[in-house]
């Protein structure tokens, strides 16, 4: 069973970003341990996301796309079906005449996630892809 309760240590920062990250937490109406926590995990997900290709991760996939390409829409709702196990769920916004915005939520393993994204993002028509990933601890 996890020990409980919180682990103390210290660390030698240059004054200079001690004082901006300082700036930057009170600004945020955090604590210093709080934000330091927060950039811990961000800093962990982020390895996670670039070296450990098998973790799992949730997120969202969101992608602007042209609708006037031929097939396109068509397409990544089949993506959608045949990936039901990645992909959880989906919106679909109407941005404009021409372009559509494509919001998909996903669970799975960060190589499956990616593979995903790299696949939609060279797709004719795609404008543009961000990924919003978090992988899971």
């Known amino acids: 069973m996890p020990r409980k309760g919180v682990k103390r240590f210290c660390a030698s920062?240059?004054?200079?970003?001690?004082?901006?990250?300082?700036?930057?937490?009170?600004?945020?109406?955090l604590d210093r341990s709080k934000a330091v926590?927060?950039?811990?995990?961000?800093?962990?997900g982020e390895y996670r996301w670039s070296y450990q290709p098998a973790a799992l991760a949730v997120g969202a996939?969101?992608?602007?796309?042209?609708?006037?390409?031929?097939?396109?829409?068509?397409?990544?709702?089949?993506?959608?079906?045949e990936m039901k196990g990645l992909i959880t769920s989906s919106m679909h916004?109407?941005?404009d005449e021409r372009r559509?915005?494509?919001?998909?939520a996903v669970r799975g393993q960060v190589e499956?996630?990616?593979r995903l994204a790299e696949g939609l993002s060279?797709?004719?028509?795609?404008?543009?892809?961000?990924?919003?990933v978090i992988p899971m601890t």
């Open 13 to 29: 920062l240059p004054p200079s970003l001690l004082e901006e990250f300082d700036s930057a937490v009170e600004a945020l109406g």
């Open 37 to 44: 926590q927060q950039a811990m995990r961000t800093f962990l």
């Open 61 to 81: 996939l969101v992608v602007v796309y042209d609708h006037e390409v031929k097939g396109l829409g068509d397409m990544i709702t089949d993506v959608q079906h």
């Open 93 to 95: 916004v109407h941005l």
């Open 100 to 104: 559509c915005l494509e919001i998909v």
């Open 112 to 114: 499956e996630i990616k």
């Open 122 to 132: 060279a797709r004719r028509g795609v404008e543009q892809l961000r990924s919003a």
